[in-house]
């Protein structure tokens, strides 16, 4: 079998970084979205390159109030408040342009070969204290209802802040999801809390995972995958975005990333990147000219190993 190249992204606008940054200190973060996602499709239609977008079921409304008719039957009761995007909503003003993306979704849908999945309704956090397995479902439940107006039909999810949480797998299955993004392997993308994350030896060690090879490829055997049900289709590289202050290192970062690549393709195994949009909504030249430079990669892949651009949703039907 010809290798596999997958990207995927977390379309989340404000509501993934919440509780990570004030809405004034990530505005032009979020004032460049809508352009990044304009320019990140028209480079992937030049390169005809299959994309999963895994949208957040907020997104998809144009205000509070159409999010409220779909809210799920029953809320996460997360001990945590900062992170209960419901709560969030009902005490502050939410400003629209940073919250809502129907417009984004809809120039997503028009390009070809590009998959809406989910990000679960409400940015939902499968592994923090306070939710359950009931609330996950009808968050997923909600994403179905609120996808179906625009005739999308879900089949692939993004885990927020990937926290796969490997009981909620029936859950998924039973809402009709047929393969997820698992993360890395390696203790230092292991799947944790939000409070667990917060170790600065593995933050440091993924940074450091980024320039130079620390922890392997992560590419894998689609016999693997095949295993189990739903589909684990995992992550293999998150796409740092540029950093003026790292970019001397820029020529590593791309190595790091187009040589797993190559050895996907050499050995007939899948690669998966990842980022999310707002990642690229400033810098956006220099991250498109990186990306760029991926692409390239990849259709010299496609030439002299046959490697195929495939979505989440079409590795699951491959398999």
Not at 80 to 92: F, G, H, K, R, V
Not at 104 to 118: H, K, R, W
Not at 187 to 210: G, N
Not at 233 to 254: C, E, H, N, T, V
């Amino acid at each position: 079998m010809a290798g596999v190249f997958v990207i995927s992204l977390d379309f989340e606008l404000y509501w993934g970084m919440r509780d990570v940054i004030s809405v004034e200190g990530y505005a032009a973060h979020l004032d460049g979205t809508p352009n990044a996602v304009e320019e990140m499709l028209e480079l992937f239609k030049k390169y005809d390159t299959h994309v999963t977008w895994a949208t957040m079921g907020f997104l998809f409304c144009k205000d509070v109030e159409e999010v409220k008719k779909y809210y799920p039957t029953k809320l996460p009761n997360y001990k945590d408040d900062e992170i209960n995007l419901y709560s969030y909503m009902e005490q502050n003003p939410i400003k629209t342009e940073y919250h809502f993306a129907p417009k984004s979704i809809d120039l997503i849908t028009s390009y070809p070969n590009q998959e809406l999945a989910t990000h679960t309704f409400s940015h939902y956090y499968c592994l923090e204290e306070g939710q359950d397995e009931a609330a996950f479902h009808a968050d997923l439940i909600s994403c179905k209802k609120i996808a179906e107006v625009k005739d999308i039909k879900l089949t692939s999810l993004v885990f927020p802040r990937n926290q796969y949480n490997e009981s909620y797998l029936g859950v998924i299955e039973k809402a009709g999801i047929t393969n997820y993004r698992g993360n890395e392997r390696g203790w230092i993308y292991e799947a944790a809390s939000e409070e667990a994350k917060k170790t600065p030896l593995k933050r440091a060690l993924r940074i450091f995972d980024s320039y130079v090879n620390l922890s392997g490829f992560h590419t894998y055997k689609f016999e693997e995958i095949a295993k189990q049900r739903p589909y684990n289709i995992p992550a293999s590289r998150f796409l740092r975005p540029y950093s003026a202050k790292l970019s001397f290192l820029d020529g590593f970062r791309l190595k790091r990333i187009t040589d797993a690549m190559t050895h996907a393709a050499q050995n007939g195994e899948l690669f998966h990147l990842w980022w999310h949009p707002h990642n690229f909504g400033v810098n956006t030249k220099e991250n498109i000219i990186f990306l760029t430079k991926i692409l390239k990669h990849y259709k010299l892949l496609e030439q002299r190993f046959g490697m195929k651009s495939l979505t989440m949703h079409e590795v699951s039907q491959s398999l």
